[in-house]
């Protein structure tokens, strides 16, 4: 698509037949393709990009009005703050192809009732696949027509509802594989209901929710979770008591990735059947002391980021990011006792315990320990003394290590200083050949807080902003 150099404007092709070059000469593949697979790039463009295609050439005039629909709110903004209103309901009455995206938020864009009300009544949504809906509002118009596109979605991510008197008793999801529910008001029973009705579902994210004090899993599909409490809990008057305090994995026999939140929490993770669990994160010690974060596996007990009870080990996880309040090797070493087979490391940390002595004091660790980390990150790295003994344990212990990315502050980015590092860190007798260093002062681990959309909770590795 050519595109004109004062913007994301499609310039208007010539071609007054499908196959034509804008020369007269040249072939136009894309113009060549059949509708179906043309209406399917449409859908994948922003919904005023999409309708701008129909000036490309005749071939595609009315291709935007028979493709899937993607309709974004966003898009059809003025300054960003007001949707235009006419513009949704011409697209609406206008369009003639299926639902395929809709993303509304009246938190933060003027939408009138009526028009959201009008929006998802539209028979130009029937068959949607993708909804993204966030409605702020404590008189919301006919919440649950949201739930009439049940048959056909596939992902859903719904924001700040009171769902807390619909029943959700007998309502099917049966192609709905990613469920995200954020600053939801819904009761346990119902919650547990609508979990049921999803038989295919792979991702489900729940965050800042209330109306129930458990959540318990058996699915046989899903494959990652997302649980956060909400933050009432910390306020001194909590303004709703029914808040989440236990996540029970009952029965997940393809859950792979489980996703807690860092500093503040205060949740008890109970593990009972999870065969092919590898990433886990993030495990804190930044929380009530007189009521801890739990994680239970089987006979398993972790209390913050103490190990307080190890009977069997968890030989599945590979991926584990912690949120520290003070670096402590001894605590991760602890940790690697429960997942021997961690090949992934992330760490946030704001302080550092004294010391971080290991030589002695490990001594029969390091002979018996069979290490398998490959990737290190560690952010908010100083310099300082303990930080520098805890990198140099895995420098010099860790013998198929690949990878050691250590976040450092702007002012430090300078060859005096990494050169400085590399030396305390004893870079030149890495027991690994293979072990490449890297700083950074970009922020590189991504916390809980930055999984916004369930689609956040499905990537492969959650804990990076970047690939390693």
Request: charged share 25%.
């Amino acid at each position: 698509m050519e595109m004109d150099a004062g913007g994301p404007h499609p310039k208007k092709r010539r071609s007054a037949s499908p196959g034509v070059g804008e020369d007269g000469g040249g072939a136009d593949c894309i113009s060549a393709l059949p509708d179906a697979v043309l209406g399917d790039i449409i859908s994948l463009l922003s919904t005023k990009e999409g309708a701008r295609t129909r000036i490309l050439a005749s071939r595609w005039r009315d291709l935007w009005r028979s493709a899937p629909l993607n309709l974004d709110y966003r898009d059809l903004a003025i300054e960003g703050v007001t949707v235009r209103t006419d513009v949704v309901s011409r697209i609406l009455s206008s369009h003639r192809g299926p639902g395929r995206r809709l993303y509304v938020n009246t938190y933060s864009l003027n939408v009138p009732a009526d028009s959201v009300e009008a929006c998802l009544r539209s028979a130009a949504l029937n068959n949607l696949e993708d909804l993204d809906f966030t409605d702020h509002r404590i008189e919301q118009p006919h919440l649950t027509l949201i739930f009439r596109f049940s048959p056909t979605l596939r992902v859903a991510n719904i924001c700040k509802c009171d769902l807390s008197d619909i029943t959700f008793q007998g309502l099917h999801f049966p192609l709905l594989r990613q469920l995200g529910l954020i600053e939801f008001k819904i009761s346990e029973l119902s919650l547990h209901s609508l979990i049921h009705g999803c038989p295919v579902l792979e991702c489900f994210l729940i965050d800042r929710c209330v109306g129930f004090r458990s959540v318990r899993i058996n699915s046989l599909t899903i494959r990652s979770i997302s649980a956060g409490v909400s933050l009432y809990r910390f306020h001194p008057r909590p303004t709703h008591r029914l808040l989440l305090e236990q996540l029970v994995i009952e029965n997940a026999p393809c859950l792979v990735r489980l996703l807690i939140p860092g500093q503040g929490i205060s949740l008890q993770v109970v593990v009972v059947a999870a065969p092919k669990l590898e990433t886990l994160g993030f495990i804190t010690d930044a929380c009530d002391p007189t009521d801890p974060y739990r994680l239970v596996f089987g006979s398993t007990v972790i209390k913050g980021l103490c190990v307080e009870k190890l009977v069997t080990v968890v030989r599945t996880v590979k991926m584990l990011a912690l949120d520290m309040q003070n670096l402590s090797l001894d605590m991760v070493i602890d940790l690697m006792r429960c997942f021997p087979c961690l090949e992934k490391l992330y760490i946030q940390s704001f302080e550092s315990s004294p010391g971080n002595l290991w030589r002695r004091k490990h001594r029969n660790l390091i002979r018996d320990l069979d290490m398998r980390l490959k990737t290190i990150v560690l952010e908010k790295y100083k310099g300082l003394r303990s930080q520098v003994n805890f990198v140099t344990f895995f420098v010099l212990n860790a013998k198929v290590l690949e990878s050691v990315t250590l976040g450092i502050r702007e002012r430090n980015n300078n060859e005096e200083f990494l050169a400085e590092q590399r030396r305390k860190l004893q870079v030149e007798n890495k027991v690994s050949r293979d072990a490449r260093f890297h700083f950074t002062t970009s922020t590189f681990v991504r916390s809980f807080y930055g999984v916004k959309h369930v689609r956040d909770s499905d990537l492969t590795d959650p804990f990076t902003h970047r690939s390693i």
